[in-house]
């Protein structure tokens, strides 16, 4: 009975070897254009699909009919086997009297449908649970509490596997170290549809006084010892002794084990490292454990160099140096140098004043890991930079530094990482801008009163930000999800000399779901910025550099880099006339044939931004592209500022999103996945205020509708948004092209 049941687990489990050896086609073989399930309620066709051998030609050579993907074929002996993989699969899974027909369907002399009728028939209940071995341990009932739910549950081994893993896990990370799995005894009743689980826990060691110590173990000591041979490089073992959390005296944890591999694995101090018990530690029955750290360390210094070309960022190079062990205590210092607009730009950035030039970023980055210990990780960076937003703003920053520190607050076994980040940043430097942007934003127009506004000065902000992810791949998830809040107050010196203040808020999340060669990803970020402390919107001076911002290749893909909300235009001549009745005022409106010299993105102060992306990797050979579609929406505004032609409020509603889809190409290469996109923007170019610029350099309001004598508006007065530039209509004029590193999000 045993031998038959492992051959027919061998065949359930052999799906994906069948497969690949089915995928080449003879001469004269019927190809499987269809797989499809009839029956199955309890299980999806997708979830059915990944146990078979059986599977359709692809989609993509399916739907393009130009010979491009895999091709699969009929074998019957393979369809009759696959039957039975699934009546296996329900069986692991509770449902001990399902039958399964399977039939082949002629589309065509060439092509085939493959059918499988399924009758689940009843499930098979749980009517006891008896767990043995764990009365002598306090956490028995933490332990048992998963196991003893089964009861009254459909009978599923693959999710009693998961729970006894789960329980041997807590176990131990809570001082029993060798524990082993459970003698597993169960019988089923396949006619009444009932089971029984009996499962009795033991340890490697044991004696008359049971198979777990009611007392859990403890570490006696711990024994570093430096196993580096000749091309090793140097680390204290006292140093690698602070990063471990491992210490006399704690409750052995195989939890602590993995926390101090990976802490000095991501301080690239140690290439090979492994945390055993000392072999005379062993003793069955022992309650204290000694450990041995054996390690051998990493090379202390790297130089990495790197070169690209984005859209937006043109040419780019950058370097980076790291010295690992600076002080002989673990203590990283990090050399950062990054270059854009090297060259090689395209039109649109040639035509964007603010990004002329080189941009830089100069750090170097002190990290003492051993300062307060394991989880706590302190560092200090001093930077400077020069950074432009495309049609936005341009930071240039001589000087400045950053506090930081990093705290993993995840509690042990809970979750998989909780990291805590808190910045304190200062920054002497200046933001140049588009002036009409000052204008709209600060009511600020006249030369000199910009000119105040760009000289340099300090920006302080400090940041709390806490993130979490279950991701499987940090370039490129296919399964999971993650989150990230982020909190910051700054402070920054207006014209007048006295500062001004301002929070902001962000909350991002991304879930992303496997579906066969498929990936569904989605996310919805949301920002806003604030009065300090409280939830009134921020009307005021807010520095353009830390005011929200959509629209490129990471956000709503239809619209350029930041252009999607506020906009300010500078036209290139106006119109002048005169009003009845307003006491003498001379009204300047867009001229007619005017056209637009400039145009830049203001920010807002409320930002939202949702999209959902399909992504399909393609068939051997060509299994390192991947075809995506995507959605993407958002929509930037500023709360209690935005006036109409009446001077009135305007209020923002969901309407006002814009949604724009797209498509795209993905290449897998070394350095990540390189991303071709094209969004579609049906809206065309959004509404904005409209300034002219003369002789004088006074900018004036010549948005329709404004009621401001010669243009020129008062204290407290924003010119309306109500002008938007002809524009041509045709499809190639509404897409937007996007070239990046790395998937969207």
């Excluded at 491992?246 to 084990?257: A, F, M, T």
Aim: proline fraction near 6%; aromatic fraction near 10%; hydrophobic fraction near 40%.
């Amino acid at each position: 009975m045993t031998g038959r049941l492992l051959a027919l687990l061998a065949i359930a489990g052999a799906p994906a070897i069948a497969a690949a050896q089915g995928a080449s086609c003879d001469y004269g073989d019927r190809e499987v254009m269809k797989v499809g399930f009839s029956g199955n309620h309890k299980f999806s066709g997708s979830e059915l699909s990944q146990a078979i051998a059986t599977q359709p030609t692809s989609w993509f050579r399916r739907t393009a009919g130009i010979g491009l993907g895999e091709k699969q074929c009929l074998d019957t002996l393979e369809v009759h086997r696959d039957a039975l993989r699934i009546r296996i699969y329900y069986r692991l899974r509770g449902y001990y009297n399902t039958e399964v027909h399977d039939s082949v369907v002629e589309l065509s002399a060439k092509a085939v449908q493959v059918r499988f009728a399924i009758d689940e028939g009843p499930p098979t209940i749980v009517d006891s649970v008896a767990i043995g071995g764990l009365d002598s341990i306090a956490r028995r009932v933490p332990v048992q509490k998963p196991l003893l739910a089964f009861k009254g549950k459909v009978f599923s081994r693959v999710a009693l596997q998961d729970a006894i893993d789960s329980a041997i896990v807590d176990l131990l990370d809570h001082g029993y170290p060798y524990v082993e799995r459970p003698l597993t005894d169960f019988a089923v009743d396949s006619t009444a549809h009932r089971a029984s689980i009996s499962l009795t826990f033991f340890q490697r060691f044991h004696d008359e006084a049971g198979p777990l110590p009611a007392v859990p173990a403890r570490i006696s000591s711990v024994t570093i010892e430096d196993a580096g041979g000749p091309d090793s490089g140097e680390v204290d073992p006292e140093t690698v002794r602070k990063l471990l959390f491992l210490r006399p005296g704690k409750i052995y944890s195989q939890e602590d084990i993995v926390s101090s591999q990976r802490e000095l694995y991501s301080l690239e101090l140690v290439r090979h490292m492994e945390i055993t018990p000392l072999p005379d530690s062993e003793e069955q029955t022992d309650t204290l454990i000694a450990m041995r750290v054996s390690y051998a360390a990493a090379k202390p210094h790297t130089l990495r160099l790197g070169a690209g070309w984005a859209t937006l960022d043109c040419l780019r190079a950058q370097g980076r140096y790291a010295d690992r062990d600076v002080f002989g205590g673990a203590e990283r210092f990090d050399f950062n140098a990054r270059l854009s607009h090297l060259g090689l730009c395209t039109k649109e950035v040639k035509d964007d004043p603010l990004s002329q030039g080189v941009n830089y970023y100069v750090s170097g980055t002190l990290r003492l890991p051993t300062l307060f210990g394991p989880r706590n990780q302190p560092s200090i960076t001093l930077f400077s930079e020069r950074t432009s937003e495309y049609k936005a703003y341009l930071r240039i920053t001589p000087i400045g530094g950053v506090l930081a520190f990093n705290r993993d607050l995840a509690p042990r076994g809970l979750l998989p990482g909780l990291p805590l980040t808190l910045t304190a940043r200062v920054e002497y430097g200046r933001t140049e801008a588009n002036p009409a942007v000052f204008c709209q934003l600060f009511n600020l127009c006249s030369p000199s009163d910009i000119d105040k506004l760009t000289q340099n000065d300090l920006l302080v902000v400090l940041g709390a930000g806490l993130s979490h992810s279950t991701t499987d791949n940090l370039l490129n998830a296919t399964h999971g999800s993650q989150q990230h809040v982020e909190f910051r107050w700054g402070s920054a010196q207006q014209d007048s000399g006295a500062p001004s203040h301002w929070t902001r808020l962000l909350g991002d999340a991304g879930v992303y779901k496997t579906i066969g060669a498929s990936v569904i990803a989605a996310r919805l970020q949301i920002a806003g910025l604030f009065k300090p402390w409280g939830f009134q919107p921020a009307t005021e001076f807010v520095p353009p550099e830390e005011r929200l911002y959509a629209g490129g290749p990471n956000s709503v893909r239809g619209f350029a880099q930041n252009l999607l909300g506020p906009l300010v235009y500078i036209v290139d001549s106006l119109h002048i006339d005169s009003m009845p009745g307003s006491g003498g005022k001379t009204i300047y409106t867009v001229s007619p044939n005017s056209k637009v010299e400039q145009f830049s993105a203001t920010g807002g102060n409320t930002q939202i931004v949702g999209t959902v992306e399909w992504r399909l990797t393609m068939p051997k050979p060509a299994n390192a592209l991947q075809l995506a579609l995507f959605v993407d929406a958002g929509y930037v505004w500023n709360r209690g500022a935005v006036m109409d032609s009446a001077g009135h409020t305007v209020q923002v509603n969901f309407s006002d999103i814009k949604v724009t889809p797209g498509m795209g190409v993905r290449y897998f290469s070394i350095i990540g996945p390189i991303r071709v996109d094209f969004g579609y923007n049906g809206y065309g170019t959004g509404f904005g205020a409209a300034y002219y610029s003369g002789a004088d350099q006074i900018l004036r309001c010549v948005s329709p509708g404004n009621t401001f004598d010669r243009g020129i508006a008062s204290t407290g007065e924003t010119c309306p948004v109500t002008y938007k530039p002809s524009q041509s209509n045709s499809f190639f004029r509404r897409l937007t092209f996007n070239f990046s590193i790395g998937q969207a999000f």
